[in-house]
């Protein structure tokens, strides 16, 4: 059974920047699409970037682009989001999420069975 344990979430100023981590334990993820999903209060989960197994293909949620980048060491089994100029707006519980397909991500919005969730990490962005 495959873990997700996000980490490096905290309280930034607006403008600022923020590095999250998520460690998969449990098995190796080969093949899998890996990503970043967040959620407001009193908000849907929005997709914030996906990536896929080589790291060839990503995809921004139009908020972030610009700002945010996806990257993953498979080696390692971890996978990276670097926030920068952040802004309160971004304040949210991040999740890490791996899933089968990329399309499972971007298209499927984690919903299918499959996908795998972390636990979440909180990012406050002060103003």
């Known amino acids: 059974q495959v873990q997700l344990v996000e980490s490096g979430g905290g309280l930034v100023q607006a403008g600022g920047s923020l590095r999250l981590s998520c460690e998969a334990s449990g098995r190796t993820l080969e093949n899998y699409s890996m990503g970043w999903f967040r959620q407001a209060p009193g908000k849907e989960k929005e997709m914030v970037a996906a990536?896929?197994?080589?790291?060839?293909?990503?995809n921004y949620g139009d908020a972030v682009k610009g700002r945010f980048a996806i990257s993953r060491d498979n080696a390692k089994n971890t996978l990276f989001l670097q926030m920068t100029s952040l802004k309160s707006e971004d304040t949210a519980v991040y999740f890490c999420?791996?899933?089968?397909?990329?399309?499972?991500?971007?298209?499927?919005?984690?919903?299918?069975?499959?996908?795998?969730w972390g636990q979440g990490t909180q990012v406050t962005v002060s103003s």
């Open positions: 999420v791996a899933s089968q397909t990329f399309g499972d991500l971007v298209i499927e919005g984690g919903t299918k069975s499959r996908t795998i």
């Open positions: 990536v896929s197994w080589t790291g060839n293909t990503k």
